[in-house]
């Protein structure tokens, strides 16, 4: 059908102009429901060829569940016509030609000519920033999960520290009491005191740094929430997810520590399908990694399972890769790469890096020893103590090589003697 706009209308070129060249969709309907006319922007945002929905029904745009009662909602405007918005309070739905549906802003307005009513319906597409408010709505409630989670790992790990001070405390006060040597005693005494007192260093340093970044970031989320502002929103959202973990990780560390220390990590040797296993480390640990970061597996293929304990090669692997993400650019490569042999098996990280200076490189693996170029990126310096120390204990070894500035190749090798018994 062709544009039936009324004759005043018709004539009237300025008036087709601004009609056709406004940026919202516009329906001009008569008082029987009939549209009259749609501008090329209502026409794309139904779907429909030009001059095409000239003629149809307006409630052919509508849902057929709000059909019936948008008949009522028009008689009731014909009656007391007034400029409003439509749907105050509720979401407003259209209907395309493909049977699609789409969330809509409708404002209605309206005029009288040579005693006929027309109605202008304004139409905006808002599907967009429905789903700005659904992804910002998903992000408070995801902020609500992450506090009450953070909350709960630092009242047990609270609980597991104070454990671990107070074994470290009366550590000293028994070796204090032992007819030991006294040279070795004070030693032993020397050896704890320095312990306890870099850790305590450690704590307030690191856990404060995360938990500032939390409340600041906490606060600046409840102020954007407020604006709608979803990209500074998911922003913070992150940083605290960075923080928690960044706490959680130092917290683990710690507690292996004090495990070690004591001696009660229990050593077990169980199958383990090397490439499943290696896959799945690698996913469970590629969301912590850097933006952009991948870690690329290089393991050959075999059917052949090997023999250790699972949960220490894990705590191993996790480690070494997050210290390959955490000293490497965003967007660089991590490569793992496995190797079997006939009595051993092999695990190599690979990263690209800022490498480990010549100096620093035999005190690595010191309890808490820091590169000197690690700068600001957190850490505790027990990692790789604790790594060494989880290695010794299924009978591995672990190794290094390193150039500043190009990246650094840690090895772990563990034997494997094909057979479920317990470790020498």
């Known amino acids: 059908m062709e544009n039936a706009l009324p004759i005043s209308f018709e004539s009237n070129d300025a008036f087709r102009e601004i009609f056709q060249s406004m940026s919202e969709g516009i329906l001009m309907v008569d008082e029987a429901g009939k549209i009259i006319t749609a501008n090329a922007v209502a026409e794309h945002l139904f779907g429909y060829e030009k001059n095409e929905m000239n003629g149809m029904s307006l409630e052919a745009l509508l849902p057929e569940r709000y059909r019936g009662r948008h008949l009522s909602f028009r008689r009731e405007f014909n009656a007391h016509p007034e400029p409003r918005r439509m749907g105050v309070g509720r979401d407003l739905t259209a209907l395309r030609k493909d049977k699609r549906e789409f969330p809509v802003e409708i404002s209605l307005s309206y005029t009288h000519l040579k ?6 319906a304004f ?15 998903r992000s408070e409630e995801q902020l609500i999960v992450y506090a009450v989670e953070l909350e709960k790992k630092v009242e047990s790990r609270t609980q597991a520290l104070n454990g671990m001070v107070e074994a470290l405390e009366k550590e000293v006060q028994d070796r204090k009491r032992a007819e030991e040597d006294a040279h070795h005693a004070l ?44 990209e500074k ?30 001696g009660k990590i229990e050593v077990s040797r169980e199958r383990i399908e090397l490439a499943p296993f290696v896959q799945e480390v690698k996913e469970e640990i590629s969301p912590v990694l850097k933006e952009q970061q991948q870690i690329q597996l290089l393991c050959q293929p075999t059917e052949q399972p090997i023999y250790s304990d699972p949960r220490i090669l894990r705590h191993i692997l996790f480690n070494l890769i997050s210290n390959a993400s955490k000293y490497s650019d965003a967007g660089k490569r991590i490569f793992i790469e496995c190797q079997r042999y006939t009595d051993r098996v092999s695990f190599s990280v690979r990263d690209e890096g800022i490498g480990i200076p010549l100096d620093d490189q035999k005190h690595l693996f010191d309890r808490f020893f820091r590169a000197s170029n690690a700068g600001q990126v957190q850490g505790t310096g027990l990692g790789l103590n604790i790594v060494k120390r989880y290695a010794d204990l299924i009978g591995g070894s672990i190794s290094f090589t390193s150039e500043a500035g190009t990246g650094s190749i840690f090895t772990l090798v563990i034997p494997d003697k094909y057979e479920e018994n317990s470790v020498d």
């Open 115 to 120: 005693g006929k009513l027309y109605v202008m």
């Open 123 to 137: 139409i905006s597409d808002i599907t967009q920033r429905k789903k700005s408010e659904d992804a910002l709505r």
């Open 187 to 230: 030693g032993k005494e020397r050896e704890l005191n320095e312990l306890k007192s870099k850790f305590v260093s450690i704590a307030s340093h690191e856990f404060r740094t995360p938990l500032s970044a939390i409340l600041s970031s906490a606060s600046l989320i409840q102020q954007y929430s407020e604006r709608q502002d979803r």
């Open 233 to 262: 929103v998911h922003k913070h959202v992150q940083r605290i997810k960075t923080s928690v973990n960044h706490l959680t990780s130092i917290l683990d560390d710690l507690l292996s520590l004090g495990r070690l220390e004591e």
